[in-house]
């Protein structure tokens, strides 16, 4: 009965390549999100959805492309790979747009080679 | 925009002593979450703190929210190794309507038996 979950917990590749990461969420909340926490530790959000509406776009590079196909989901796609990529992707999810606690996935190791 | 600090960023204890990790804000706290992230796994919340001079316990774990609401700080209590991981802090705000957490770098800590 995972809150959040995230698919797949490791992804190794190669730079180039396309590569998508999915993640649930079965706590009914409205809202998602997609972090990114580099080499150094630093958690930064990339994007927010709200009931599948692209809410929050922190500037991230066009390559990274979020799709929700309903409030339950939210995937995350990346483009053209690049070595700069490689870091932990967290998922979330909170239940509201404007506020509550942000319940996290165990997150997705991402090696770009 | 928002930056946390937090000090020291890394903590090595003794099994059985208390410590201290501090969270110190650039600008006003309307709302402070503290999570521990574990090596593999995602994060978990640990408390939420809103007003100043707030004060929330969880079994050893004690948070607080200075009456300025620049500052938190996270006490451990008799500390355990189930204790060790990443502590973070985040800030909470609103953007566009949406809410955006800001993240410090994270505390690790290391108990040694």
């Known amino acids: 009965d995972t809150a959040v979950s995230q698919t797949p917990k490791y992804l190794v590749t190669q730079m180039g390549n396309d590569k998508s990461i999915k993640c649930e969420q079965n706590?009914?909340?409205?809202?998602m999100y997609w972090y990114k926490q580099d080499s150094k530790k630093f958690l930064k959000i990339m994007f927010s959805?709200?009931?599948?509406?692209?809410?929050i776009n922190e500037t991230v590079p066009n390559r990274f492309s979020p799709k929700s196909p309903d409030k339950a989901h939210l995937n995350l796609h990346i483009n053209s790979l690049e070595l700069g990529d490689s870091a932990v992707y967290f998922c979330?999810?909170?239940?509201?747009?404007?506020?509550?606690?942000?319940?996290f996935g165990p997150g997705t190791r991402l090696t770009v080679l | 925009s928002q930056e946390l600090e937090q000090s020291p960023q890394s903590l090595i204890v003794q099994e059985g002593k208390n410590l201290t990790i501090n969270c110190t804000s650039s600008?006003?706290?309307?709302?402070l979450y503290w999570y521990k992230q574990k090596y593999g796994e995602g994060l978990i919340f640990l408390m939420m703190?809103?007003?100043?001079?707030e004060e929330k316990s969880h079994e050893k774990i004690t948070a607080k929210l200075d009456e300025k609401k620049q500052q938190s700080s996270l006490h451990i209590t008799a500390s355990q190794p189930s204790h060790a991981g990443i502590y973070l802090c985040?800030?909470?705000?609103?953007?566009?309507?949406?809410?955006?957490?800001?993240f410090g770098q994270g505390t690790r800590l290391t108990i040694n038996p």
């Open positions: 979330a999810s909170s239940p509201f747009r404007s506020g509550g606690t942000q319940y």
């Open positions: 706590l009914g909340h409205d809202t």
């Open positions: 959805y709200n009931n599948k509406e692209l809410i």
């Open positions: 600008k006003t706290l309307y709302g």
């Open positions: 703190l809103q007003k100043g001079g």
């Open positions: 985040g800030a909470d705000g609103v953007v566009q309507g949406a809410q955006k957490l800001v």
